[in-house]
């Protein structure tokens, strides 16, 4: 399993030695601390803010362009570098918005020439008002006895100045607000606005310098924050300290080390049944993705399997059932290359990276299996043909499909469940569902398919084999024909529950995959009312059209 055992760890010592054991703790970077003082003023003790410096070194590091970073930290000023690097920010978003305003003045300004109204126009007895009329409004015009003149024309509109000491009434459109300052200091203000962006740009590519001091200041200071956060955790009473915490079983050997060079006394149990361990992961670095997607719902418990690598491949290949298609398949994998390197920057990225290289392969995959290229099917002959193995139109086939992967799914889980009961008789129960599962796939499979009708009996014999196990199995109950009669038909009910959960599993299998086969019917479907619809011009409706409309309402139903 991906789920590293722990151990439950604790040291003690003298308290003068507290500070020093904490720090080799902290080099040594196994223990997962657990708070051996519960009091509400450590509690609620306020956590030093970094904000502004995460802030700089993030904008620091998203610059596209960046000079070779500086390794000494001699006679940097941190917080002069923070300061510097949040102006250019500020100062650099304030510019671009001010960019976008002028150069949507400088639009709406272009029809009406360079021109700057003089006061008695702007707040006199006569004003100008200025609308931007549609050609076929111009007639009404005719009617208005104010002067007004059209200074400009497009293809759209007309472009009219009309002097009036109010608002004039009756017009066509509303009058269009324009900027008081005229177009040419319009102009040169973008210019100026540039200028300074450009400024602002080779100032943060400067700063870029420092970006890895700046990390590693953060690192120092992170590193500090959790060393007086663990301090808080530690018990001190009467000259002594005691440290506890949960650590991988392979690092025991280091504690112990750690243990003797210090004079500590140290104890490392196993967990206990009351104990609520914290969960860590561990897989191979190719799979790690797979971490992710089952921590976006939750982190399994410590006690349970890691399902990372079940979804992990199950992702990829429904992803690859629902996308069909090796020519899409293929952009996807021209997309991916293109960004590789960028994603591989931090391990995060580098396990999204992973998954996406997985969905790839699979969808090519597939893709090849079910004959698809752009939604086309290779020529008959051609070795992409000979290459096509699945009828994605064979509704049976894929549905069988489904339910093998979802029975896969599970089967896969009840193993796993046994190994990790393998020393409770509750672990055959495991088995047992895994055997009903395996049963029932089995005996649906033979009666679909009268070649494989020899996989019926075998389903029914293991089918009654599984029942036989759960019943005898499920409890951890010692049998009794007295006592424990009541338990046990409780555990039974609880083990009918879990039946009808997997059922409910193999059921969402079975619509997922009634999607993928509307989604892969359609574009036939959607071709076929077409050709329907271009008849009943000319023609009575076809019932059989008629009904292949009733089939692709079935179908997405």
């Not at 084999?465 to 424990?484: D, I, P, Y």
């Amino acid at each position: 399993m991906a789920i590293v055992p722990l151990v439950k760890v604790t040291l003690c010592g003298p308290a003068g030695e507290k500070d020093a054991v904490l720090d080799a703790l902290q080099m040594l970077g196994c223990l997962h601390l657990n708070d051996l003082r519960h009091d509400a003023a450590v509690a609620g003790q306020p956590e030093p803010s970094y904000q502004s410096a995460r802030q700089a070194l993030q904008y620091l590091q998203d610059s596209p362009v960046r000079r070779r970073a500086l390794r000494q930290r001699d006679n940097v000023d941190i917080e002069g570098v923070v300061k510097e690097a949040l102006d250019v920010r500020d100062r650099s978003r304030a510019l671009a918005e001010e960019r976008e305003q002028l150069s949507k003045w400088i639009t709406d300004l272009e029809p009406w020439g360079d021109f700057e109204l003089p006061q008695w126009a702007k707040e006199g007895p006569l004003r100008f008002w200025f609308y931007i009329v549609p050609h076929q409004h111009m007639r009404s015009f005719d009617a208005i006895t104010l002067p007004w003149r059209v200074v400009a024309r497009d293809h759209r509109f007309a472009y009219v100045v009309v002097i009036a000491g109010e608002q004039p009434t009756n017009m066509p459109v509303a009058p269009a607000p324009l900027e008081p300052r005229s177009l040419a200091k319009l102009l040169a203000r973008l210019s100026q606005v540039e200028r300074e962006l450009e400024e602002l740009d080779y100032r943060r590519i400067g700063l870029t310098l420092y970006a890895d001091v700046l990390k590693e200041a953060l690192d120092e200071t992170d590193d500090r924050v959790a060393r007086q956060r663990a301090a808080l955790r530690a018990l001190e009473r009467d000259q002594l300290f005691a440290v506890q915490g949960w650590a991988p079983r392979s690092r025991a050997a280091a504690l112990r080390q750690l243990g003797a060079d210090r004079g500590l006394a140290l104890t490392i149990e196993q967990p206990g049944p009351h104990d609520s361990p914290p969960t860590l992961l561990d897989n191979p670095p190719a799979l790690r993705g797979g971490e992710g997607l089952v921590e976006f719902y939750m982190t399994p418990a410590y006690r349970l399997w890691d399902p990372s690598k079940a979804v992990f491949f199950a992702f990829a290949a429904f992803f690859a059932m629902i996308l069909s298609d090796a020519g899409y398949a293929a952009i996807l994998g021209i997309i991916l290359l293109a960004v590789w390197r960028r994603m591989g920057r931090t391990a995060g990225s580098r396990g999204l990276r992973d998954v996406m290289l997985a969905l790839v392969i699979f969808s090519i995959v597939y893709g090849i299996l079910v004959g698809t290229y752009f939604g086309v099917e290779p020529p008959a002959g051609s070795w992409l043909a000979s290459l096509h193995v699945l009828d994605a139109n064979d509704q049976r086939l894929m549905m069988w499909i489904s339910i093998g992967v979802g029975a896969a799914h599970l089967i896969y889980a009840n193993l796993i469940t046994a190994w990790g009961r393998r020393h409770s008789a509750t672990a055959v129960s495991a088995v047992a569902w895994a055997i009903l599962i395996l049963g029932g796939f089995c005996v649906g499979l033979g009666q679909s398919y009268p070649e494989l009708t020899s996989l019926t009996s075998a389903g029914l014999c293991a089918l009654a084999l599984g029942c036989l196990l759960v019943l005898l199995f499920t409890s951890e109950r010692a049998f009794s024909l007295a006592g424990s009669r009541f338990s046990r038909c409780a555990d039974h009910l609880s083990a009918s529950f879990m039946g009808i959960i997997l059922t409910d599993q193999r059921l969402l299998h079975q619509q997922l995959l009634r999607l993928e086969t509307f989604r892969q019917r359609l574009p036939s479907q959607i071709e076929r009312l077409l050709q329907w619809h271009r008849h009943v011009q000319s023609h009575e409706p076809r019932r059989e059209q008629l009904g292949e409309l009733d089939q692709l309402i079935i179908v997405g139903g």
